[in-house]
């Protein structure tokens, strides 16, 4: 296996040469895999393999692990005053910004998004997180709390020690600096897997912590697949924290490993199926253009994807013609094609997936409004999708698709659809669109849902934190919040005159 992968672009919307190193990066190094695996890194576009990277197991976790502890014991931690580590994150943050035209490269040719989409939202906002919790380092505060005159009483918000983090394939780096910051803000040491499928972007980060000038050993990332890799992450007694974003699936082997093993905190952000709540009085021009964010934003393979449409009747038909002209109008194809707002899905078993439900969707009596089919023979192009005359049982209602599929529905009263939109085993999140405020407030609030989007969809904040209720996740990221998941807090009790 070459040591580092170079790709030269020539294309509208970049041009330049991207080399990157293959092996695994583990305390400060980049090096080969003890067993000497390795996986196919796939561009979904054209189903062909563009290059093949080191595959890690639980041989290299563990010795990512030891680094990790030691370089928390001794170079990191508390050892490093909260405004130095947040001078080095500033500095990896203006790194990832010298060089994102090539992580935005990297990502568009392993996940299939348009590189515009992976270089504005993805990457622009991966160094916006780094760049915030830069600026949290210095602050991580406890408090002094009034007892009695004969003791100081206080806390300490100290961390962890090592975590692990297993990070998603549907924004690659956006998802791997909503980890790796708050971790290192607080003072943790990191062991990273990025997901198989899309790792080309977090090996070109690695390259940037040394030149940043972290410690050997404080940030580790690993290549390899989830069942041997991200297993071990989950059951190593020297990681005593694991963050985790993916399936809600996944997230449930990850929590009982973890609570196996040494039963070490875990953040889980997993599934959705989001409701999008449109009624009469929406300004239907705007929900029309949110609702399409909302769906088919990244290829629909995003988690608070608004998949689940629910219209009322008295403007149904006119939403449906709007909804429909405008899903006609997204432009599909070449991610490098600065029109292309859709391109192809991350992978074949993903793609398959997704024809699966639309298949199912035809078989159980719903009707395909739109689209519904591949696009073209190479590659993994799947045509805007819209189903109509759904009802509450069928799969593609229920179950996660992950994919540029809308389920639109008809509904009367306000009472009725909040009982479909609850109706659900998942709560990432939710939209309701109404010139109502006092109907949009009550609905927001009555949605079982950890973010509820009032007139528009798909929106975060770096300060607003993100998470969900039920099967959708434990902890949140982002803002303030995602802080607490990376300390413990320590009580100190100081006797300054009790005598027995």
């Known amino acids: ?33 003890v067993e000497g695996g390795t996986i196919e890194v796939v561009n979904p576009a054209t189903g062909r393999v563009v290059t093949s990277i080191a595959a890690g197991t639980a041989k290299d976790i563990d010795i990512a692990a030891r680094a990790a502890k030691k370089a928390f014991k001794t170079s990191w931690g ?46 622009k906002g991966a160094i916006a997180v780094m760049e915030y919790y830069a600026g949290w380092a210095d602050k991580i505060n406890g408090k002094t709390i009034e007892t009695n005159e004969k003791k100081l009483a206080y806390t300490r918000h100290e961390p962890i020690g090592v975590v692990g983090q297993i990070i998603p394939w549907n924004v690659p780096m956006f998802s791997l600096s909503l980890k790796i910051a708050p971790a290192l803000a607080t003072g943790n040491t990191v062991v990273l897997k990025p997901s198989e ?14 030149k940043a000038g972290f410690p050997p050993g404080v940030i580790n990332i690993v290549n390899g697949y989830g069942g041997t890799a991200g297993q071990a992450i989950s059951e190593h007694p020297l990681i005593e924290k694991v963050a985790f974003t993916g399936s809600t699936l996944t997230g449930r082997k990850i929590m009982e490993a973890a609570a196996k093993s040494n039963l070490k905190p875990v953040t889980l952000e997993l599934g959705g199926k ?39 009747e008295g403007i149904y038909d006119a939403f449906l013609k709007q909804f429909t002209e405008q899903a006609l109008a997204i432009k599909v194809g070449d991610p490098f094609e600065p029109s292309t707002f859709q391109g192809p899905q991350v992978s074949k078993t993903q793609f398959e997936r997704i ?127 995602a802080l607490e998941n990376y300390t413990n807090v320590k009580a100190v009790h100081v006797n300054i005159g009790l005598r027995l």
């Not at 050892?79 to 580590?85: L, S, W």
């Not at 994150?89 to 299939?112: P, R, T, V, Y």
């Not at 069928?394 to 599929?405: A, D, H, L, Q």
């Open 274 to 312: 989001s409701p999008n709540i449109i009624f009469d009085d929406a300004d239907l021009e705007q929900s029309v253009k949110w609702a399409i964010h909302g769906i088919y934003f990244n290829h629909g393979q995003n988690c608070s994807a608004g998949s689940r449409i629910f219209v009322q």
């Open 78 to 123: 508390l050892k490093v005053p909260g405004a130095e580590r947040g001078k080095l994150m500033f500095k990896l943050a203006a790194l990832m910004e010298e060089h994102i035209d090539q992580f935005a490269a990297m990502d568009a040719i392993s996940n299939g998004k348009a590189y515009q989409t992976a270089y504005g939202r993805d990457n």
């Open 355 to 481: 024809m699966g439900y639309i298949a199912s969707g035809k078989e159980q009596g719903a009707t395909v409004h739109l689209g519904g089919n591949r696009i073209g023979a190479e590659g993994y192009f799947i045509q805007p999708t819209i189903f109509t005359e759904c009802l509450p049982d069928m799969k593609i209602v229920r179950e996660e698709i992950f994919g540029p599929v809308a389920c639109v529905m008809k509904f009367s009263t306000e009472e009725e659809v909040l009982e479909q939109a609850n109706d659900t085993t998942y709560g990432l999140a939710a939209s309701v669109f109404t010139k109502d405020i006092d109907r949009a407030v009550r609905v927001a609030h009555a949605l079982e849902a950890g973010t509820a989007w009032i007139n528009c969809a798909n929106q975060t904040e770096i300060s607003m934190p993100f998470g969900g209720f039920k099967q959708s996740g434990i902890g949140r990221e982002l803002s303030e919040y």
């Open 197 to 210: 499928l899309t790792p080309l972007s977090a090996l070109l980060f690695s390259t940037l912590v040394a």
């Open 1 to 33: 296996m070459p040591s580092t992968y170079t790709q030269t672009f020539d294309t509208a919307a970049y041009k330049g040469t991207v080399t990157i190193p293959l092996g695994l990066y583990i305390n400060g190094e980049h090096v080969d895999p």
